[in-house]
């Protein structure tokens, strides 16, 4: 069955996104525990009497979230014809002025893309949150959702679907944007702004966060009972892309009795792999960039350069679903790409290890 999220659900996920579980929280008057990771504490001063408070920020902002069918109070003095000159939007900020003590979330699914099959469940909810919110705590939020952004970005959640599955999003938040001037309700000051969201799922995939890749230039990590002797000689860095290629070798293989059934032997395995990554500040791109930079150099640091081994040892480590997968490789290729005004690109293209006995 394909996954149904409708405004409801998607409120709930933002609202969760954004206070965690305060609502319940709240209801049980403090039994059910405070729990807000995408939170923190922030410190308030009074500008009169220059008093600090401590509160948590999600706390402060003091959002409540609603979707396109709620409506916070009735107006049964209203006529027919003022409701009919009110857009949607104007009827629900006009409600707010007889609501206190609170900002306000408007949650919206603005589009939806679905991929176009039966059995993939995959799609990409583009929606809109519209809040109605003090003046004086707007720089907060503004804060409050770019920490969020950063929090998601690239980071699949586990949300869970309305057949009780949990798939795998990606979460993005968009800019805070200004829709309206401050203007005063009994709420106070208060202002309209905006930001869209999008979030991204498809059931069952798995992503660059499944497989942990680790590079060593200084051999394989030598075991004892299964844990590491000393430091571990593998290294991390973020990698844009990387490609695994599984090349087989094969030759066909005619039968006497069929030949219209021709079939392959294959004969032996090889495997390419290509690493994609920026110039990182960190050991293992400098590693890397030294050994580049060094080869067919001429001179090093004021150095005349020796004879230079050009079987480079390369160890890669996969760790993925559970299990570790040790290759010995030598580097195939190296690349830089310099663009004026970019950021530099680099690639390495490693080749499985032939020197024989070794």
């Not at 948590?56 to 003095?77: C, G, H, M, P, T």
């Not at 202002?191 to 995939?205: D, E, G, M, T």
């Not at 993925?320 to 830089?336: A, L, P, R």
Request: hydrophobic share 35%.
């Amino acid at each position: 069955m394909r996954t149904i999220f409708m405004t409801e659900d998607v409120k709930n996920i933002v609202e969760n996104i954004f206070n965690g579980n305060l609502a319940q929280s709240r209801v049980s008057n403090g039994s059910i525990a405070y729990n807000n990771p995408n939170s923190e504490k922030i410190l308030l001063v009074d500008e009169d009497d220059g008093t600090q408070e401590e509160k948590d920020l999600a706390e402060y902002l003091n959002i409540k979230f609603y979707n396109w069918k709620e409506r916070l109070v009735s107006k049964d003095d209203e006529t027919f014809e003022e409701r009919s000159k009110l857009s949607v939007f104007d009827s629900w900020v006009e409600s707010l002025n007889f609501s206190m003590n609170e900002s306000y979330a408007l949650v919206e699914k603005i589009d939806e893309e679905v991929t176009a099959s039966q059995d993939i469940d995959s799609s990409t909810i583009i929606g809109k949150i519209t809040f109605l919110i003090q003046t004086n705590k707007i720089k907060n939020l503004d804060y409050y959702i770019s920490k969020i952004r950063n929090t998601y970005l690239g980071n699949p959640q586990d949300i869970q679907n309305s057949y009780g599955d949990t798939i795998k999003a990606y979460i993005m938040m968009g800019a805070l944007s200004y829709d309206q001037e401050p203007f005063m309700s009994q709420l106070g000051e208060v202002v309209v702004v905006s930001c869209n969201f999008r979030i991204s799922y498809l059931n069952n995939a798995l992503s660059y966060n499944d497989t942990q890749v680790e590079i060593s230039f200084d051999g394989d990590d030598e075991y004892n009972n299964g844990s590491v002797v000393g430091t571990t000689k593998y290294l991390t860095m973020p990698i844009t892309k990387f490609t695994w290629q599984n090349i087989f070798i094969s030759k066909a293989v005619p039968t006497a009795e069929r030949p219209d059934l021709t079939g392959y032997a294959v004969s032996a395995i090889s495997n390419a792999k290509t690493f994609t990554f920026y110039d990182f500040n960190q050991p293992l791109t400098m590693r890397i960039n030294d050994l580049f930079w060094r080869c067919n150099c001429i001179r090093y640091d004021g150095v005349v350069s020796a004879v230079q081994e050009v079987n480079i040892p390369v160890f890669i480590r996969i760790t993925s679903n559970g299990h570790t997968y040790v290759y010995k490789d030598v580097i195939d290729q190296m690349e830089k790409v310099f663009t004026n005004n970019d950021f530099n690109i680099s690639s390495i293209t490693l080749k499985g290890w032939g020197k024989k006995g070794e």
